[in-house]
């Protein structure tokens, strides 16, 4: 039986487990990332590792932001949601440029199909989610307003 529209459930809760999964993928990318860095050590591999933790380290600091606000019931909640995807959606897609250029510069690896796909995935979980903010009647139920105007 599905929860009332004023509780926490349905696809809210479903982007809250995709929080949550975020968290921990980027959290293991981490430790994926200080293994190859430490394997062989190089100056360009120790430049892009600071760069790209760094890179992580904020879009953890996001989804942590994120998952707190959820909790907060709030008219301007879903708003100040929308604005950290917006931001993490923004510093995703250019650390996965990065990634792509450091891929190319330390193994000369060349563009790949897997390359556009991690760049364009932050951007449709933006505009699926943002738009949802907008636009659920749970969203209004629980927080009292939707997100409004465009991020």
Known sequence: ???PLNE????LRFFQVI???TLIVY???????????????TPQ???SFVVLIFGIGFLLFLIWKILRLLTVKAPEIPGRIVKKMLVFTIVAALFSLA???FSYWIYGMALSFRDA??????????LIWSSYFRKSKRVVAHY???AAGKG
């Open 1 to 3: 039986m599905a929860k």
């Open 8 to 11: 926490f459930g349905g696809w």
């Open 19 to 21: 929080c949550w999964l």
């Open 27 to 41: 959290g293991v990318n981490v430790f994926v990332i200080t293994g190859l860095v430490l394997d062989q050590p």
């Open 45 to 47: 591999k120790i430049f």
């Open 99 to 101: 990634d792509t250029c």
């Open 117 to 126: 796909r991690d760049f364009l995935r932050p951007i449709a979980w933006y």
């Open 144 to 146: 009292g307003a939707n």
